[in-house]
């Protein structure tokens, strides 16, 4: 058996290696490090994936969720609503750019942002929300785009773990997660569901004046060179990056496929099991399953992590600390509102692997191990 990772990235570059081996080659002859074509390639190519008018390459997901915010002109001071059960990119961009991350409570079957949770927390000062479309589910999007639309605010969509991912209105109408808000963000970090050799991110939208201000922004607040109009930043997907994504974009939907077969085993394995909730699927959203989260109930969640260590098998808790409970606002004086449903899933999350290469000697080899632990 070969060995199991959270990510196998080896054996899925190894599949498309020659094609990536000389794209990498062709940019490294071309010199056009900064730039190049491929980066303009790759964003047309998204673009038309998405289904979206403008796609803006940039350094990471964590830039392009801080562009997107720089880009709506928020004031010292004003919220940002965000779930705390996420990674902490989405709050630590709201708390840099000196926001104040307002957290929400997510749905403990779906992980993601609860409109009810939502609606509350909503001020005169609230700017923005920024719904995460946690382990490649999609957020209840046309809720939340309800509200926001009542309220006349910003909706930033954090696709880090999603692209691919689609959403079912109610009428019928399907769209790709990140491209329902007003800005979609997403990261390129090497094990997410698109991922580069390094790092990358892009930015979406379908609106022409904010993708006029975040390519801007994105580009030392340039309105042509040397000319700066606005405080912006250096954010830029290197041309090697680019070539890459270009290749690995044409098997976007197929590693999405491969993600999705893993889960259906896991689920089958799984069912029956008093002990373990396998990952809720909700009807309007396309799962892509960047990560595969079970929740715990009634087994000891570190006792199993480290029998599955010592036997081959990663696994993960993502994440241990959510954003209402981090040290970083531990100085502010911040007294957060108690978030039961947030701290409930924190204690019970662990995530399998699951990624393009899995096979079924490896997943049974994993499930057979779980089960084997929680009838000790
Ligand atoms: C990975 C991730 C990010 C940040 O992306 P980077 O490219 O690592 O900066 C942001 N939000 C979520 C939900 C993520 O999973």
Not at 45 to 53: E, F, R, V, W
Not at 165 to 194: C, D, R
Request: glycine share 6%; charged share 20%.
């Amino acid at each position: 058996m070969r060995p199991i990772q959270m990510v196998d990235t080896k054996t899925q570059y190894h599949k498309i290696k020659a094609e990536v081996d000389k794209a990498v080659l062709d940019v490294l002859e071309s010199t056009a490090f900064i730039n190049g074509k491929p980066v303009h390639e790759f964003a047309s190519a998204l673009s038309a994936y998405l289904g979206i008018k403008h796609t803006i390459p940039c350094a990471n997901g964590t830039d392009a969720l801080q562009i997107a915010l720089m880009a709506i002109g928020c004031e010292p001071g004003d919220e940002v609503i965000t779930p705390s059960f996420t990674y902490i990119a989405t709050t630590e961009v709201i708390a840099l750019l000196r926001l104040k991350p307002v957290f929400v409570e997510v749905d403990p079957q779906t992980f993601c942002m609860d409109p009810v949770s939502l609606e509350k927390a909503i001020t005169p000062k609230t700017k923005a929300i920024v719904p995460v479309h946690l382990y490649g589910q999609s957020a209840p999007m046309e809720a939340i785009m309800a509200i926001a639309n009542n309220h006349n605010i910003y909706v930033i969509e954090d696709n880090a773990q999603a692209i691919g991912s689609e959403y079912t209105f109610s009428n019928g109408t399907v769209q790709k997660t990140g491209t329902i808000g007003h800005i979609g963000a997403t990261s390129f970090y090497p094990s997410k569901n698109l991922g580069a050799f390094g790092d990358g991110g892009a930015i979406f939208t379908n609106d022409d004046d904010l993708a006029a201000r975040m390519k801007m922004i994105a580009n030392h607040g340039q309105s042509r060179q040397y000319y700066h109009d606005v405080v912006g930043c250096n954010s830029r997907l290197d041309t090697v990056q680019a070539a890459i994504l270009n290749i690995k974009l044409k098997h976007l939907d197929e590693y999405a496929a491969a993600r999705r077969a893993a889960a259906d085993y896991y689920d089958k394995a799984f069912a029956g099991e008093q002990k373990i909730t396998t990952p809720f699927r909700a009807s309007y959203s396309k799962h892509v399953f960047h990560q595969y989260t079970i929740l715990l109930e009634g087994v000891d969640r570190e006792g199993l992590k480290k029998s599955l260590a010592e036997q081959g098998i990663p696994a993960m808790i993502y994440y241990p600390v959510p954003g209402h409970r981090q040290k970083m606002f531990s100085h502010t004086g911040e007294a957060f509102p108690d978030m039961p449903v947030t701290d409930w899933l924190t204690e019970r999350v662990i995530s399998l692997p699951v990624h393009t290469e899995l096979d079924e000697e490896q997943l049974a080899f994993i499930t057979g191990k779980i089960k084997a632990f929680i009838h000790s």
